[in-house]
């Protein structure tokens, strides 16, 4: 139920929910003109306001589940540009360290920055690089550096700390800050209840199906679509921009060993 939609692809959740739409919408017609051939007509403006406050249900609930996401967006290019500064700030810190610990220090951020870039495009971790790993060589080198002097680089070990806290909030906003799959399972039910009684009441109405159904539903599961992009962070079309750590990256790359 966590990650609900997470194995099918993009135009297939566009492509299945926009089915989905149109089949409750005829659903909801073809009963309707059933019901009018064998029980007296429904009037249509009851029907119209019961529709009314289901599709503003509807569009509520759209409304919150992509505030969720778009959240979750935000929250990751926060972190993306923070842990990209406290990278800075620590390479720049290692200047004042002995020169025995500083090409350690500099190697492993280096390597650090390129882990987190591919990570950053939805590839898993290689196991001789992987950022834990990464991150345990940061810690134990800058706490032989603490030992040689103590007090002498509390502001160089408080940097090491903020990047293992980011790599934490990284791992949050992007892994295990998604639309929860009890969010998706709601939105989809009311969607079909709501759009089967605006089909029921055009039947009610009795008019013919108009094309402006399929609009409704094409614009339905756009939005739909963005949703599910935005829960998808390195696979889709919409993906936090990676350029504050491509820099850095190419800033280390110039720098002394």
Do not use: C
């Not at 390479?91 to 280096?110: C, F, G, H, K």
């Amino acid at each position: 139920m966590e990650h609900l939609l997470a194995d099918l692809p993009l135009w297939g959740i566009f492509v299945g929910t926009l089915l989905l739409v149109l089949a409750s919408v005829e659903v909801g017609y073809r009963l309707a003109r059933q019901r009018q051939k064998v029980h007296e007509l429904e009037k249509e403006a009851p029907v119209g306001a019961m529709v009314g406050a289901t599709l503003g249900l509807l569009a509520f609930l759209l409304a919150f589940t992509f505030g969720i996401a778009a959240d979750a967006f935000h929250a990751r290019k926060e972190a993306l540009v923070k842990e990209a500064s406290a990278i800075r700030i620590t390479y720049l810190l290692s200047d004042v360290i002995p020169q025995a610990y500083r090409a350690e220090i500099r190697t492993v951020l280096r390597e650090y920055v390129d882990e987190r870039l591919r990570w950053a495009d939805g590839q898993p971790d290689q196991r001789s690089n992987a950022a834990r790993d990464l991150l345990d060589r940061l810690w134990n080198a800058a706490a032989a550096v603490g030992l040689q002097g103590p007090g002498q680089a509390d502001v160089f070990l408080g940097y090491v700390g903020q990047i293992m806290e980011l790599h934490d909030e990284r791992v949050m906003v992007r892994e295990r800050s998604r639309v929860p799959g009890t969010y998706w399972v709601v939105l989809y039910l009311l969607a079909v209840l709501a759009l089967a009684a605006m089909g029921y009441h055009v039947g009610i109405a009795g008019t013919n199906r108009s094309p402006a159904l399929l609009a409704v539903a094409i614009a339905f599961s756009a939005v739909i679509l963005v949703i599910a992009d935005l829960d998808r962070p390195g696979q889709g079309l919409i993906n936090v921009s990676q350029e504050p750590m491509v820099e850095l990256r190419a800033t280390l790359a110039k720098s002394k060993p």
